[in-house]
Structures are given as structure tokens and as C-alpha cells.
């Protein structure tokens, strides 16, 4: 790891400005950052610390019922907080879900949505993969057993965030702040894929810092629910997961809307409107479950390794529907 300072900037702008700056990167729960550094992967000249900026803070469930989320909130905040458990709860979830109760204490919500692919090709520094600017995704021929099955290449990585997959099932949009203003952009569009550049995951420009996600209101008949599977049960990323929103019409079981939003299984949270498409227009039960299922995987490209993958998404995804219907899952 070289040498950095610590900038603690007095207001947004000024951290706006120091981000723009060569080597400059932003700290915030630091959890990633440090890891980055300590692999080399990252060489900063600077760390912008942005602890102290109260604008980045704060959990508030409006009286219009939209929901806002500051980029510094914990996510125990998150997993804890008794409105977003009742009224958004696959957010709760999937805060609940990441790493350990430390972490999730340090951890922050604009961290998890922002954090890097977790590729052992692309954190090793010995290894100049297409992630780092060289010319080659090593997983295509390598190592491959964690690696994208959907919307894959040139470059394989999962998106590896617990959070965002439920945030977009949500329709939760971002805003940002940066030299050229402020805007808002949907979370759903927000990622991009290695086809738009294989170096970066996300539309952020120069300076910008993302300093609030927020969740509009949803109707009393919206349930949601956030399921994942993974290797240790005690701390670890999720081989699988998957964030449900259904709107069922009061009183029938019929799916009006829904949200199907996959992670871990493609370069960016994968929303399927084929799974959707699926769930919508008629009773909801075990065998339309299972239809959404096997819509949704329908496209997946397994690699070499990871064909396993497929059918654990769609064993997690047709069980977070009948959870999400309150019906029993097999």
C-alpha cells in the first residue's frame, strides 16, 4: 500500500472538487477502499474522508411514504429501522443480509451499491485483467466458478452488492452531486454493463458523489421480499439472490405488478421483465412460481464452472415468490 493523506472536506463542494483531482478517492465506512488499496488495485494519493457531511446522512420516511436514504447510513440502520422493515421490506432484508453485525455497523449504504466486483482475477495485482486495462477477462478460460451467467463479456464479474438488487425491485433512484450539478438518475439505470467499458460499473463521473437513494411510496398491496443463497452462512457474498415486489389486487390473488431483480448473476443487477411478464395476470401459485423461474433464467450463459448457478437461481427465485404470496415453498 503507498503513502495517502486524509482530507476531511468542510461541505459538499468542496468534496465534489477534491474528488475531480487524480488519485483522490472517496472514504466513507472505508470497507472496500481499504481492501482496494491494501490489493493494490487501487493507489490513492488521498482519501476524502466524507464523515462529517451531514447532507450524506439521515433515514427518513416522508409523509408522502417515499423513503430516503442517506449514502452514510449504516446499513444495521437500514436492517433495523421498524418503517423500512414494514413497508419496504425487502430494503431491510437485504441490509440484514451483508457480511457481519461489525461490517453492517461500518458499512454504508452508498458503499454497498458502489462497491467493487469481488473477481479474484480482477483483485489479484499480479493479474492485469480487461477490469485493470489489460486485454484479456481471465474467467473466460480460467476460474470461472463464481462468475456471471447473464449479460456476461467481454468482461465476467458479478455485481456484488446484498442492496441493490432489492433497492431496484423497489424503483429506487440515486441522486448525484458534482461539478455540474445535481441530478437523479434510476438505480436500475444507474449500473452499466462491461459492453458500455469494461473498467468501470456504474455512470458516476469525475467529482460526483452519490448522496441519497431514494424509494418512492409504494401501495399498502406491494409485498416484498429479499432471499439469497451463499457458501457460509456466517460472512460471505451471495452465490444467488433475488428481490421480489408484488402488487396483488385487494382481496384476489392476482399479480397486477411485479419486480423480479436477480444478484450475483450478472455484471449488474439483473431485472428480468420476462419473470415479470410471467408472474402478472393471473392466480398466483406454485406452478406460475416456477414459470417465473424458468423465465427468468432462460438466457443464462454458463461458463465452464458455474452451471450450478442456473439452478440455484431458480430455486431461490421461485421461493422468494411464494414467500413474497405467503404461500409454502418447496
Known amino acids: 500500500m503507498n503513502r495517502f493523506e486524509v482530507i476531511t472536506p468542510a461541505d459538499l463542494a468542496s468534496a465534489s472538487r477534491l474528488l475531480a483531482q487524480d488519485g483522490h478517492v472517496a472514504f466513507a465506512g472505508g470497507v472496500d477502499v481499504l481492501d482496494l488499496?491494501?490489493?493494490?488495485?487501487?493507489?490513492?494519493?488521498?482519501?476524502?474522508?466524507?464523515?462529517?457531511?451531514?447532507?450524506?446522512?439521515g433515514i427518513e420516511v416522508r409523509p408522502s411514504g417515499e423513503l430516503r436514504l442517506g449514502a452514510m447510513?449504516?446499513?444495521?440502520?437500514?436492517?433495523?429501522?421498524?418503517?423500512?422493515?414494514?413497508?419496504?421490506?425487502a430494503i431491510a432484508e437485504a441490509a440484514g443480509e451483508v457480511a457481519t453485525p461489525q461490517i453492517r455497523n461500518l458499512g454504508t449504504v452508498g458503499g454497498n451499491i458502489l462497491q467493487r466486483p469481488r473477481c479474484w482475477y480482477f483483485r489479484n495485482p499480479d493479474v492485469n485483467c480487461l477490469k485493470k486495462g489489460g486485454d484479456t477477462c481471465y474467467a473466460i478460460s480460467g476460474l470461472n466458478r463464481y462468475h456471471a451467467i447473464l449479460g456476461g463479456g467481454p468482461a465476467f464479474i458479478v455485481h456484488p452488492s446484498n442492496l441493490a438488487p432489492a433497492l431496484i425491485a423497489m424503483r429506487a433512484s440515486a441522486t448525484i452531486v458534482g461539478p455540474a450539478g445535481e441530478r437523479t438518475v434510476e438505480l436500475e439505470k444507474f449500473f452499466?454493463?462491461?459492453?458500455?467499458?469494461?473498467?468501470?460499473?456504474?455512470?458516476l463521473k469525475s467529482?460526483?458523489?452519490?448522496?441519497?437513494?431514494?424509494?418512492?411510496?409504494?401501495?399498502?398491496?406491494?409485498?416484498?421480499?429479499?432471499?439469497?443463497a451463499r457458501e457460509k452462512q456466517s460472512f460471505d457474498w451471495p452465490l444467488v439472490s433475488v428481490a421480489i415486489a408484488l402488487d396483488r389486487a385487494p382481496g384476489a390473488?392476482?399479480?397486477r405488478d411485479a419486480r423480479v431483480v436477480m444478484g450475483a448473476v450478472a455484471p449488474v443487477p439483473w431485472r428480468s421483465p420476462e419473470a415479470e411478464a410471467a408472474l402478472k395476470g393471473g392466480p398466483l401459485d406454485e406452478s406460475r412460481a416456477r414459470a417465473a423461474a424458468e423465465a427468468a433464467l432462460k438466457d443464462?450463459?454458463?461458463?465452464?464452472?458455474?452451471?450450478?448457478k442456473v439452478v440455484i437461481a431458480k430455486v431461490i427465485v421461485r421461493r422468494a415468490i411464494m414467500s413474497v404470496a405467503g404461500l409454502e415453498a418447496a
Not at 490489493?39 to 490513492?44: C, G, I, K, L, R
Not at 443464462?300 to 450450478?308: I, L, T
Open 300 to 308: 443464462a450463459r454458463p461458463m465452464s464452472d458455474n452451471a450450478y
Open 253 to 255: 390473488n392476482t399479480v
Open 207 to 228: 467529482g460526483e458523489i452519490v448522496t441519497e437513494v431514494i424509494v418512492p411510496a409504494s401501495p399498502s398491496s406491494v409485498r416484498s421480499h429479499y432471499l439469497e
Open 73 to 89: 447510513a449504516k446499513l444495521s440502520e437500514v436492517a433495523e429501522h421498524p418503517a423500512i422493515r414494514a413497508r419496504f421490506t
Open 37 to 57: 488499496s491494501k490489493q493494490n488495485v487501487e493507489s490513492p494519493t488521498a482519501l476524502v474522508n466524507l464523515k462529517g457531511l451531514k447532507e450524506l446522512g
Open 192 to 203: 452499466t454493463l462491461p459492453t458500455v467499458d469494461p473498467k468501470r460499473e456504474n455512470s
